[in-house]
Structures are given as structure tokens and as C-alpha cells.
């Protein structure tokens, strides 16, 4: 699935106008740099239903030098190969791996684990970086913002299942068997299936573009 040029552009635009506002001393580049944060907002409603001041509040929460997000998955397998799911409960209780935004004062690496035990009520640990995706060339759906998916490789440790505000179900999967309601903003087949032949073969170069 690849994203449409418009989005592509409006986004480049955002991001240059979030920069040049961060960086920029000249009260008249400040209009121009305003004008083009207004330009993208006008871009993006025109093309979606979402009205043109929601997007302009949106860029306005965004601020200094503009860099892709950080999205930290977890793939937790248990002694019987499988890997754990949950529903997330903000996207119509669709399954993905456990995981979200990348939290700050923690590392990637803990981030994960703290993602599983609040989501999933198990407890994990890390075994390796296994993925460095970018959002747009994976494939998801479209998303206004950039955005960087590190996905890691993790053992059962022990807890039991356990929702949460977040997650309405959690469960396991065998290879081949994964539901077919997938969040997939969050994560996709393909994603989940690379993590099978990562637990398979922990030996395996960390994945890149």
C-alpha cells in the first residue's frame, strides 16, 4: 500500500514550516513559515473530511525540529512458539503486537517491556532489536506524521493475562493462525510473520530500509 502524493507532500511542507518556525529569528520568514504550516493544514482537508482548523490544531502541537516519531513494538513468544496479541481498545478492538508511542526517561529496549506488562499483564524481556521500519514504506495507512517503528524480539518471563484501559483481550497465536482484524495502523501480517522467522533464528541481522 503506498501513500498518496499529496500526503506525502502536505507532510514535507509541515515539516518544513515546524523547522523553519524552531530555528527562525526574522519576524517576516516567521509569516512565510506560518503561511506554509496554514498551506499543508489546507492540503490535508481538502482531501480528507477532517476540517481545516482540527489539522492546524494538530501541527500547532508539534514544535521544534521536525523528526519522525518513534513507535516501539514487542514481540513476545512463549515456549510453544507463539506470539502475543492484544486488542487495542482505540482502534475498534483490533489485534497488534503490544507497544506504542516511545515514552521519554526510558530506553527503547524498556519501553517495550513496560508495553507488554501494562497492556498485556505479562512480564518479558528483551532479546534483540529485531526491525527498524519506516511507517510510510512498510505499507500502513496513510498517517499525517512520520514515524519509525522499532520492533524487538522478547521472551515470556512470567505474569499472567491481563487487560487493561488500553487492550480489551489478550491471547496467543501459532504461526499461520493470526486473526484477521489486525490494527493495521499498528502493525502488519508481514511484520508479524518477519518476527516468527526472527524467534525461529535469533542469529538474524536486525532488519533495516
Not at 506560518?34 to 481538502?46: D, F, G, K, P, Q
Not at 527503547?108 to 499483564?121: F, I, M, P, Y
Request: contains cysteine.
Amino acid at each position: 500500500m503506498s501513500e498518496p502524493h499529496w500526503l506525502t507532500l502536505s507532510r514535507e511542507l509541515q515539516a518544513i514550516a515546524q523547522t523553519g518556525l524552531a530555528f527562525t529569528q526574522d519576524p517576516y520568514d516567521r509569516e512565510r513559515y506560518e503561511a506554509l504550516t496554514a498551506l499543508a493544514a489546507r492540503m490535508l482537508a481538502a482531501r480528507t473530511a477532517t476540517p481545516v482548523a482540527e489539522i492546524t490544531a494538530l501541527f500547532r502541537g508539534e514544535s521544534g525540529y521536525a523528526t519522525p516519531k518513534v513507535d516501539v513494538r514487542a514481540a513476545v513468544f512463549d515456549d510453544r512458539g507463539r506470539v502475543l496479541l492484544v486488542r487495542e481498545a482505540m482502534d475498534h478492538d483490533r489485534w497488534t503486537l503490544p507497544g506504542g508511542w516511545q515514552d521519554v526517561n526510558v530506553t527503547a529496549a524498556e519501553n517495550a517491556v513496560k508495553e507488554v506488562r501494562e497492556e498485556s499483564g505479562y512480564e518479558a524481556r528483551v532479546v534483540k532489536l529485531a526491525a527498524v521500519w519506516d511507517r510510510t514504506r512498510q505499507g500502513h495507512p496513510p498517517s499525517v506524521f512520520a514515524s519509525l517503528k522499532l520492533f524487538f524480539l522478547c521472551e515470556l518471563t512470567g505474569g499472567e493475562a491481563r487487560t487493561s484501559l488500553e487492550t480489551t483481550e489478550v491471547d496467543w497465536f501459532e504461526r499461520g493462525a493470526l486473526p484477521a482484524d489486525l490494527s493495521l495502523g499498528r502493525v502488519l501480517p508481514a511484520q508479524i510473520e518477519r518476527m516468527f522467522e526472527h524467534a525461529a533464528n535469533p542469529g538474524l541481522a536486525t532488519d533495516f530500509e
